[in-house]
C-alpha cells in the first residue's frame, strides 16, 4: 500500500502577532531575472511570459522595539520551466534598527541592511525608503472605498543568495491574517524607484521594467520565521496557501 509522506513540520522559532504590511506584487522581465539567477541555482517562475516579484514591507513590535522592514524577493523553483513557484528568492532586504538588520546578517545569512523606513497600511498605504537624502523606494496606494477582504495567508520556503563559498541556504516563513487584495491602479497609485549608490536591487528593478500589478494589505497579522538551514538538509515542506 503507498501512501503519501507526511509533510515536514516546521519550528517557527520567532512569531509575531500584530504586523502591519503592505505589499505589492509585480512582474518584470523574464530574461533579465534568469540571466541574474543562472549562477544560483533558480529560476523565475513566469506569469504571462514575466517574472514575478515581491515588495513586502512590515511595521511591527518584536521584545517591545518598534521596527520596520522592507523585502525584494523573486517567485522561483530550482526547475527550470516549472509552471508553479516552489518558494521565494530574496534579494534583497531593509531593517530600520541596525541591530537586527546585523542579527540577520550575521546569524541568519540573510541579505538585511540598515534602512530609513516608513509603513503606513491607512487608508491610504505608504511605504518610503529613505538614504542618505535619497528616496529609492516610495509606494503609495490611494484610499480604497471598498476592498475585498479575506482571511489568507501564505507559508514555504525563502532561499538566499550564496555568501562566498557556504552554499545555499534557505528559511521557512508563514504569515496570516485578514488580507486586503486590490489591482494596482496606475492613474491613483503610485511606484517611484531611483538608483541607489549602495544597493543596486534599484537599478535592477529599473532595468528590467518593474510592472506593479497587485496590492496586498494586512494590518493585523501573524509572521512566523525558521532558523536557517543550509539547502541539502533542509526540510521539504511545501509552498501553501491558507
Same mark, same amino acid.
Not at 509575531?16 to 517562475?45: C, K, N, Q, Y
Not at 508553479?84 to 530600520?96: I, K, M, P, T, V
Given at each position: 500500500m503507498n501512501s503519501k509522506p507526511p509533510t515536514p513540520t516546521i519550528d517557527y522559532d520567532v512569531e509575531?502577532?500584530?504586523? &502591519?504590511?503592505?505589499? *505589492?506584487?509585480?512582474?518584470?522581465?523574464?530574461? =533579465?531575472?534568469?540571466?541574474?539567477?543562472?549562477?544560483?541555482?533558480?529560476?523565475?517562475? %513566469?506569469?504571462?511570459?514575466? /517574472?514575478?516579484? *515581491?515588495?513586502?514591507?512590515?511595521?511591527?513590535? =518584536?521584545?517591545?522595539?518598534?521596527?520596520?522592514?522592507?523585502?525584494?524577493?523573486?517567485?522561483?523553483?530550482?526547475?527550470?520551466? /516549472? /509552471?508553479?513557484?516552489?518558494?521565494?528568492? *530574496?534579494?534583497? /532586504?531593509?531593517?530600520?534598527? &541596525?541591530?537586527?538588520?546585523?542579527?540577520?546578517?550575521?546569524? =541568519?545569512?540573510?541579505?538585511?541592511? %540598515?534602512?530609513?523606513?516608513?509603513?503606513?497600511?491607512?487608508? %491610504?498605504?505608504?511605504?518610503?525608503?529613505?538614504?542618505?537624502?535619497?528616496? %529609492?523606494l516610495r509606494m503609495t496606494m490611494s484610499p480604497r472605498s471598498s476592498v475585498a477582504a479575506r482571511d489568507d495567508g501564505w507559508e514555504g520556503p525563502i532561499f538566499l543568495p550564496r555568501n562566498g563559498g557556504s552554499g545555499t541556504k534557505v528559511f521557512f516563513a508563514r504569515l496570516r491574517g485578514e488580507t486586503r487584495f486590490s489591482p494596482f491602479d496606475p492613474e491613483a497609485d503610485a511606484v517611484t524607484i531611483q538608483p541607489s549608490p549602495t544597493h543596486t536591487i534599484f537599478d535592477e528593478l529599473l532595468r528590467s521594467g518593474f510592472t506593479p500589478r497587485e496590492w496586498i494589505v494586512r494590518p493585523n497579522a501573524t509572521h512566523g520565521k525558521s532558523k536557517t538551514f543550509p539547502l541539502d538538509s533542509a526540510p521539504r515542506a511545501q509552498t501553501k496557501s491558507a
Open positions: 509575531i502577532s500584530g504586523v &502591519r504590511e503592505v505589499s *505589492l506584487i509585480g512582474t518584470a522581465e523574464l530574461g =533579465f531575472w534568469r540571466d541574474r539567477l543562472s549562477r544560483e541555482g533558480f529560476h523565475p517562475v %513566469p506569469i504571462d511570459g514575466r /517574472a514575478q516579484l *515581491l515588495v513586502s514591507s512590515t511595521n511591527a513590535t =518584536f521584545h517591545g522595539i518598534r521596527f520596520r522592514e522592507l523585502s525584494f524577493s523573486l517567485f522561483v523553483s530550482r526547475r527550470k520551466d /516549472a /509552471a508553479d513557484a516552489e518558494g521565494l528568492y *530574496l534579494l534583497r /532586504a531593509f531593517n530600520s534598527v &541596525r541591530f537586527f538588520a546585523f542579527v540577520e546578517r550575521t546569524l =541568519f545569512s540573510t541579505p538585511y541592511y %540598515p534602512g530609513e523606513l516608513d509603513v503606513e497600511v491607512g487608508p %491610504p498605504a505608504r511605504v518610503d525608503l529613505r538614504e542618505k537624502g535619497r528616496v %529609492p
